[in-house]
């Protein structure tokens, strides 16, 4: 339960302002039969991403197989793959005129591969359309099936994200079908696979967590060699998801970037409503 009682700082306080870029993602996102992540966890940044021509597509659907307690997208048995996905992923980069584009997914372990043949035929579609085009994906663990991932390796996207999510200690009240080693390992395998992509991770802050635990993550991220970090406050989605025990103060979100900088991070979002893809096209420009 969400216990924490007191209200929400000056600092979380926003109005998400619709504009014509909004209305203009949603329409091309229901013709093509498409999710994107900020829709579903109604982000407080889509408007402005949309607006820097920054959108995060969904696939596989909008069911998760996994049980985290801090997501709020739909759990259970998902459907079928929908074969026609990265077609129609791909016709709305070009109709939107994107230029930076993340592929994220619901996890789903009842696939044999996780989902990563479909995430690499998104890839290629993008890239059939519109070759320069930054594409970002922010992918499941795959179970650590190496195999998995090494099919998303081999289309060669620019950046993959994977997020860590908070601090080990966190992980059974917070990521109870999830591990915090196998994360840091696929991060490991993705360089050791093709050092040329860049990784990336992000966690939330106001979980619980120690600063010297977030230290010790980011140190763990960097030993990896992860390149690009986003840090952001965890915000319950309802009273039945884990609780905020915390709001944290942005001079610590400085805080937690000065040491990220100090350890080496190439690019570093680090603030109350930074999420995985906000800002995403300011860590890797062509």
């Not at 619901?106 to 993008?126: H, K, N, P, W, Y």
């Not at 994906?137 to 998303?152: E, H, R, T």
């Amino acid at each position: 339960m969400n216990n924490l009682k007191t209200a929400k700082p000056d600092w979380l306080k926003v109005k998400i302002k619709a504009d014509n870029s909004m209305e203009q993602v949603e329409n091309i996102m229901k013709a093509l039969s498409l999710y994107t992540v900020c829709e579903e966890a109604k982000c407080p940044n889509r408007c402005e991403c949309y607006g820097r021509k920054t959108a995060t597509f969904m696939i596989l659907g909008n069911v998760c197989t996994r049980n985290c307690k801090f997501c709020n997208v739909t759990k259970g048995s998902p459907g079928r793959v929908d074969d026609m996905e990265p077609i129609h992923v791909a016709e709305a980069v070009r109709q939107l005129g994107l230029k930076h584009v993340v592929i994220t997914s619901v996890t789903r372990d009842d696939l044999e591969d996780g989902g990563a043949s479909q995430f690499a035929a998104v890839i290629r579609e993008i890239r059939n359309i519109a070759e320069h085009v930054i594409i970002e994906v922010l992918i499941p663990d795959f179970k650590g099936d190496s195999d998995a991932l090494s099919i998303v390796v081999e289309a060669k996207p620019d950046i993959i994200n994977h997020n860590i999510e908070t601090i080990s200690r966190l992980y059974p009240s917070v990521r109870p079908m999830a591990f915090y080693e196998r994360s840091l390992e696929l991060l490991d395998h993705v360089k050791k696979m093709d050092s040329s992509i860049h990784t990336k991770s992000g966690l939330m802050v106001g979980l619980g967590e120690r600063f010297e635990e977030v230290a010790e993550t980011l140190s763990d991220l960097r030993d990896v060699d992860c390149d690009f970090l986003t840090i952001g406050q965890y915000l319950a989605p309802s009273s039945k998801h884990h609780e905020v025990v915390e709001y944290v103060h942005p001079d610590i979100f400085e805080k937690y970037k000065g040491l990220g900088n100090d350890l080496g991070f190439s690019y570093i979002a680090s603030a109350p409503f930074v999420r995985s893809s906000y800002m995403a096209e300011k860590a890797l420009k062509r």
